[in-house]
Nanobody, 119 residues
Framework: QLQLVESGGGLVQAGGSLRLSCAAS????????MGWYRQAPGKQRELVAT???????NYADSVKGRFTISRDNAKNTVYLQMNSLKPEDTAVYYC?????????????WGQGTQVTVSS
């Protein structure tokens, strides 16, 4: 079993910055991709950014140029640096880790951290 602990959410004014962290611990077989998703009230959960073990990244168009995802493989930790935040970035942000087992890849989710951007 894998545990994910998120931190770094909070309240910030528009134009400000926040950094989210997500540390994985427990029975880690082989972590594959790591990423962040978000869910705003009344909306579906959406991808924000992902990063592979090799460092390849993918971003939602709405955050390109403002958010940066990174990971520390030695610490099994993924980060999301969020700059130039906008009110529309307000959501609960969830860490996602894909773990590769011998015959299956399993998704693990963090508990979520609230990000609120005031105008």
């Amino acid at each position: 079993q894998l545990q994910l602990v998120e931190s770094g959410g909070g309240l910030v004014q528009a134009g400000g910055s926040l950094r989210l962290s997500c540390a994985a611990s427990g029975s880690i077989f082989s972590i594959n991709a790591m990423g962040w998703y978000r869910q705003a009230p009344g909306k579906q959960r959406e991808l924000v950014a992902t990063i592979t073990t090799g460092g390849s990244t993918n971003y939602a168009d709405s955050v390109k140029g403002r958010f940066t995802i990174s990971r520390d493989n030695a610490k099994n930790t993924v980060y999301l640096q969020m700059n130039s935040l906008k009110p529309e970035d307000t959501a609960v942000y969830y860490c996602n880790v894909k773990v590769r087992y011998p015959s299956i890849i399993v998704d693990y989710w963090g508990q979520g951290t609230q990000v609120t951007v005031s105008s």
